[in-house]
């Protein structure tokens, strides 16, 4: 007799589903025999810029050196990390984006028996994180497409150990102020840990929003995340961090794989940390680029979510599968969000100007045609 294989897995493993990333470009050529070099790609809220010339520079000279393993420590980014936001070294755990990061998290302080709680709409790695250890997921409804942290707050329970809060949120770019969160964090037991993932945080101006960095100080139970991967460009060499209490931290770099970021990683990150005027324009291009496409949106007469992000989530209607294989076929990449619960929504990255025009041109007329398939 076969072995099920799936059987063996531990139950949380067998509850869960991939992943599912945005289409790259490659792909996309390939299968419908495109031209990658006009392929348009606006799917997983990546920097339209292209990378910091620093920080390129940077992981060129560092690729001399990849015969040797990485700094196991990361010293020179920490020393960068730490010094630019007035923590200590010891207060940093870095990881493979900030995916890893969250996945750590998951496994440091939480098991079968206990709950994690995070808002419906939310990141798919929240609940991927927890069934992958066996703990039980408590999804709150959300709140005008956010997080409703009253009622997150009023779910916590004695087994409850991790609360997972996205703010600027993904997919839907909501996001809370600094009131709303440290009113939130004061409600919270501090035996709890929050997780406050601020993977958008470098989009956000004004005073009104939350730092999560400077709350540790009155929040011990407080794990700040960020990562690299938007607003400084270094999607593709996945480096995230968290900032935490020595004492979280220390628990965190138990678990933590070795050498888990690149040399020409943590070489990327260390100096992009200095391009003040990349950080710029990458923040000028994004709320130009959210205008143009929510300008857009109006004049089509569409509905969309405002965004503290670099994309928006846009409604399309029950015909949103179809005007997504139509953009492909105009090889404009987009992201379907069914999988989030949003079956009537497009999840769009922000793009340079005439990128974001492309698109909408082409969603136009997929919207005028009903989004049938050429």
């Not at 139950?11 to 006009?38: F, H, M, N, T, W």
């Not at 409804?141 to 942290?149: E, I, S, T, V």
């Not at 440290?182 to 919270?188: C, G, S, T, V």
Request: glycine share 8%.
């Amino acid at each position: 007799m076969a072995v099920d294989y799936q059987s063996l897995a531990v139950k949380g493993v067998q509850a869960l589903s991939p992943y599912q990333p945005g289409k790259p470009i490659d792909e996309l050529a390939r299968e419908l025999g495109l031209d990658p070099a006009e392929i348009i790609k606006l799917a997983s809220n990546e920097n339209p810029l292209g990378p910091s010339e620093k920080a390129l520079a940077a992981a060129k000279k560092a690729l001399e050196s990849i015969c040797l393993y990485p700094d196991g420590n990361g010293f020179d980014l920490k020393q960068a990390l730490a010094k630019r936001f007035g923590v200590g070294m010891d207060q940093l755990t870095l990881g493979n984006g900030s995916n890893d990061v969250l996945e750590v998290i998951a496994r440091c302080f939480a098991d079968a028996n206990s709950e994690i709680i995070y808002s419906q709409y939310a990141f798919a790695v929240y609940p991927l994180a927890t069934l992958a250890i066996g703990a039980k997921g408590v999804e709150v409804p959300a709140k005008d497409w956010g997080h409703d942290l009253d009622a997150m707050a009023e779910a916590v329970t004695d087994r409850t150990k991790l609360i997972f809060v996205a703010n600027p949120n993904n997919p839907t770019g909501t996001v809370h102020t600094a009131d709303a969160i440290e009113a939130f964090l004061d409600r919270i037991p501090e035996r709890v840990l929050v997780v406050l993932d601020e993977a958008y945080c470098e989009y956000l101006t004004g005073d009104e929003y939350p730092d999560g960095i400077k709350l540790l100080e009155r929040y011990p139970n407080l794990i700040t995340c960020r990562t690299f991967s938007k607003a400084w460009g270094l999607a593709g060499l996945r480096v995230g961090y968290a900032v935490s209490s020595p004492a979280i931290a220390d628990i965190l770099n138990r678990v933590r794989q070795p050498f888990n970021v690149d040399s020409p990683a943590l070489a990327a990150a260390t100096a992009v940390l200095e391009d003040e005027d990349y950080l710029r324009r990458s923040r000028e291009v994004n709320a130009a680029g959210l205008k143009q496409l929510c300008d857009g949106f109006d004049n089509m007469g569409l509905s969309y979510i405002p965004s503290a992000g670099n994309f928006v989530a846009v409604e399309v209607g029950p015909q949103a599968q179809s005007v997504y294989h139509s953009l492909l076929e105009h090889g404009v990449i987009v992201r379907p969000i069914a999988g989030y619960g949003m079956p009537e929504h497009l999840r769009v990255s922000v793009g340079l100007a005439k990128e974001n025009e492309h698109f909408l041109d082409v969603l136009a007329e997929a919207l005028s045609s009903g989004g049938e398939e050429g």
